[in-house]
């Protein structure tokens, strides 16, 4: 069988990628997928704890991070659609004023 | 080198490397084209580690509609070819330089200090999808009843507000 620690290590470089995403990218499109992709790292991580000690708990709170995964993306992008038509971009560097 | 580790060293190399896909392209929709990909290699680590229905859940809400959603806002937009805005020179090399620290502190620690098992076992129950889904149903609708109706509420909430924000009221100045 797989050691624990590969999906782990795996978890860890997943979520970091996600990190540098939202760290070095100004697309805010791509700043939110580099978000899913840190949710996801973090469920690889849940599942894989959940398998090793044998217990269904940490499949249902994927579950539910799935959920609210779902519900967060459909307000962020219409936020982003938003902030598209008053700017007519969708740069997080354009982003720098309260008042459309 | 059993078949499972063959599987999950082929896997995690696809994973990792359309993760720097991601990150890397200049155009958003092969971005979010990466992110799919790397949502089904995700879904066959959950279906290796014993979760065959969270492995179905992945792949028809964020493979599926997460994403499709992703690629209509993209085109939406038309932003799959944004002019490049001048950036700081810094801050690249020194994102990357923190990112890998964040990387090994976290290996580090999660490796160190929360080491539940050395290997996964994996249950014959949990072998067996429809046993796990039951099980998972059985949970689900009993001890995570209150959790579980929150979220449906949460998602109602979510299409409101979504509907909210783009919908444009009669008569109102532009």
Known sequence: MVPINYYIILSAILFTIGVTGVLIRRNALIIFMSIELMLNAANLAIVAFSSAIQSFSGQIFVFFVIAVAAAEVAVGLALIVEIFKSKRSIDVDQMNSLKG | ??????????????????????????NAVYSALFLVLNFVTVAVFYLLLGAPFIAMAQVTVYAGAIMVLFLFVIMLLGADALPKTDVLPWQKPLAIFMAVILAGEA?????????????????????????????????????YLLPFEVTSILLLVAMVGAIVLTHKEKGAQK
């Open chain 2, 1 to 26: 080198m059993t078949l499972d580790l063959a599987l999950f060293l082929v896997l995690a190399l696809v994973a990792i490397a359309t993760a720097l896909g991601l990150l890397m392209s200049r």
């Open chain 2, 107 to 143: 290996a580090f620690l999660l490796i160190t200090k929360a080491r539940p098992a050395g290997d996964i076992l994996q249950p014959e129950a949990a072998i067996n999808s429809m046993d796990n889904l039951r099980q998972l149903g059985m949970a689900l609708f009993s001890d």
